[in-house]
């Protein structure tokens, strides 16, 4: 056989073409295809965002910590009055919503 013969032949191209196509198909609509890639993506980037979401998170709270070990005034106030707790001749009221009573 001649490898020229072989080139021109429009069998083997078609057979070729036919199998490239079929692969093709195979690759795009399959279990793990396309639509699962995209599905994959999809959820990469939820998780990016989240990521993104708890790194900031962490640096406010580190700020805080931060802040706590020094122990700078006006947070330890605002803890406080987040707890409950008044200053000294201070009166503090509290309202229940319509949904507690």
Do not use: C, I
């Given at each position: ?72 005034p006006e947070l330890m106030e605002a803890l406080a009055r987040r707890q409950g707790y008044a200053r ?14």
């Amino acid at each position: 056989m001649n490898a020229n013969w072989l080139l021109k032949s429009s069998t083997l191209w078609g057979v070729l073409g036919a199998s490239g196509f079929l692969s093709l198909l195979a690759v795009l609509f399959s279990q793990g295809g396309l639509p699962e890639l995209r599905k994959r993506e999809a959820e990469l980037q939820t998780a990016r965002t989240r990521l993104l979401e708890l790194n900031h998170r962490n640096r406010e709270l580190l700020e805080e910590v931060q802040r706590l070990a020094a122990k700078d005034p006006e947070l330890m106030e605002a803890l406080a009055r987040r707890q409950g707790y008044a200053r000294k001749g201070e009166t503090v009221y509290t309202f229940r919503s319509s949904r507690e009573r």
